[in-house]
């Protein structure tokens, strides 16, 4: 069993920034992926970036430019820094952890104001 444990977050106004973290614990095997999804209200669910145990990354385009995900292998962490940050990026965000299966974190709401 893997656990998820999200911090960070919270209210910034536009163009302002916040840094999110994730750490995993229990059994996680490598390699592996971690990353962030988020899902507005009323939206699907969407990746926002994902990060290999190589460090390989991948960003949604919408984000590109303004995030970076960063992670410690040795501390089984994964960050996401978010600067610029627009309305349009108001959403719960969740962290995940891929491998032979994909676990979840509990959420963390990010609120931006115009």
């Known amino acids: 069993q893997v656990q998820l444990v999200e911090s960070g977050g919270g209210l910034v106004q536009a163009g302002g920034s916040l840094s999110l973290s994730c750490a995993a614990s229990g059994i996680i095997f490598s390699p592996n992926t971690m990353g962030w999804y988020r899902q507005a209200p009323g939206k699907q669910r969407e990746l926002v970036a994902g990060?290999?145990?190589?460090?390989?990354?991948n960003y949604a385009h919408s984000v590109k430019g303004r995030f970076t995900i960063s992670r410690d292998n040795a501390k089984n962490t994964v960050y996401l820094q978010m600067n610029n940050l627009k309305p349009e990026d108001t959403a719960v965000y969740y962290c995940?952890?891929?491998?032979?299966?994909?676990?979840w974190g509990q959420g963390t709401q990010v609120t931006v104001s115009s």
């Open positions: 995940y952890i891929g491998g032979r299966s994909i676990y």
């Open positions: 990060i290999t145990s190589s460090d390989s990354t």
